[in-house]
């Protein structure tokens, strides 16, 4: 039973799957920070702060949820202009072209030369 624990633990799926989670959060950290520390005070100066936590609709108190939308895609459009449009243009850099075709070999250009006199030989015959 413990053998089989054992197994599951240290496959390679949950290693990598349980390093990616605590790498998630580790960088989730830095994007509520960038968020937090950057982004909403740009936009409290231009338009003031930002707070719908008084907001109701009739019992229901719907200016939490309006604050929490408001934060994902702030959280949303800080990660992908801030890090991946930047990554993915330093990341295009450093590729390298791929490498040109390599020429036909020697045994491609005589099988290509009987293809062609055999369909020389073919229409010759039909007419």
């Known amino acids: 039973m413990l053998s089989g624990f054992k197994d599951f633990v240290m496959r390679g799926n949950v290693i990598d799957l349980a390093v990616g989670v605590i790498i998630g959060a580790a960088f ?74 390599a020429p036909p070999s020697q045994s491609e250009v005589l099988l290509a030369d009987i293809r062609d006199l055999l369909r020389k030989n073919a229409s010759a015959a039909k007419a």
Do not use: E, H
């Open 28 to 101: 989730g950290g830095i994007v509520d920070s960038m968020v937090k520390d950057l982004i909403t005070p740009i936009i409290g100066m231009v338009a003031g702060q930002p707070d719908f936590s008084a907001y109701k609709i009739g019992v229901i108190n719907i200016g939490n949820f309006l604050n929490a939308v408001i934060a994902f895609l702030l959280k949303a459009a800080g990660l992908y202009f801030l890090i991946v449009v930047p990554f993915n243009r330093f990341a295009a850099r450093m590729a390298t072209a791929p490498p040109p075709p």
